[in-house]
Structures are given as structure tokens and as C-alpha cells.
């Protein structure tokens, strides 16, 4: 099972820390991946951190202003969001699997956290 949470209303500009921990498995042993899901859009993937700690960056709008990391003592992986723009509000959901970043590769979903970036 996986839970995000640290979603809410921010103002553009402002940062938000999404976690995603982890029940039942290990999270060191998969590739984590962040996806989001704007209203009415289809739900895409934003960055992914692999087993051995590699970044993969699958939304070129969110570069440098969006890291991923993870704790695998805690089981828990983060997506830090700063400098947030109206057009980042979504529905944002972490997963994980095998072997590569992309969302038929993941075998485990969490139920999503929502963002909101309005003034």
C-alpha cells in the first residue's frame, strides 16, 4: 500500500512536500515514481527515482523547480515542489514497480493527494 499526503492550497510561487510512504513492501527495491492528474487532462508522470537513486525527469515543465527523493530507512519517498504555478493543480500520486518510469510499469499506486496552486 501507498499513502501520499502533504497536498493543499498554496498561492503561485509557493512550495508544497508531498510524501509518499510505503506499507507491505519495500520501497528501496522499486522504481517510485510521481504522477499527477490535472481536471479534465490525462494523468502524466513528472519524475521518477530508481532503486539504485537515479532521477528520471519525465515533465521537462517541472526541471528545476520539482525534486524527488526517498528515505529507505522510513520507506518513504518525496516529491518537493517550489515555485508552484496555477497550472501544476492537480491530482498528484506516487507508484511503484518494474524495471523503468512509466506508468504501465507500476505495480502499486497510491490513492492520490491534490494540489492546488491559486492566489
Known amino acids: 500500500q501507498l499513502v501520499e499526503s502533504g497536498g493543499g492550497l498554496v498561492q503561485p510561487g509557493g512550495s508544497l512536500r508531498l510524501s509518499c510512504t510505503a506499507s507491505?513492501?519495500?520501497?528501496?527495491?522499486?522504481?517510485i515514481g510521481w504522477f499527477r492528474q490535472a481536471p479534465g487532462k490525462e494523468r502524466e508522470g513528472i519524475v521518477c527515482?530508481?532503486?539504485?537513486?537515479?532521477?528520471?525527469y519525465l515533465l521537462d515543465s517541472v526541471k528545476g523547480r520539482f525534486t524527488v527523493s526517498k528515505d529507505n530507512a522510513e520507506n518513504t519517498a518525496w516529491l518537493q515542489m517550489n515555485s508552484l504555478k496555477p497550472e501544476d493543480t492537480a491530482v498528484y500520486y506516487c507508484a511503484a514497480g518494474l524495471p523503468v518510469c512509466s506508468q504501465g510499469a507500476m505495480d502499486y499506486w497510491g490513492k492520490g493527494t491534490p494540489v492546488t496552486v491559486s492566489s
Open positions: 527515482i530508481s532503486n539504485g537513486d537515479g532521477i528520471t
Open positions: 507491505g513492501f519495500t520501497l528501496d527495491y522499486y522504481v
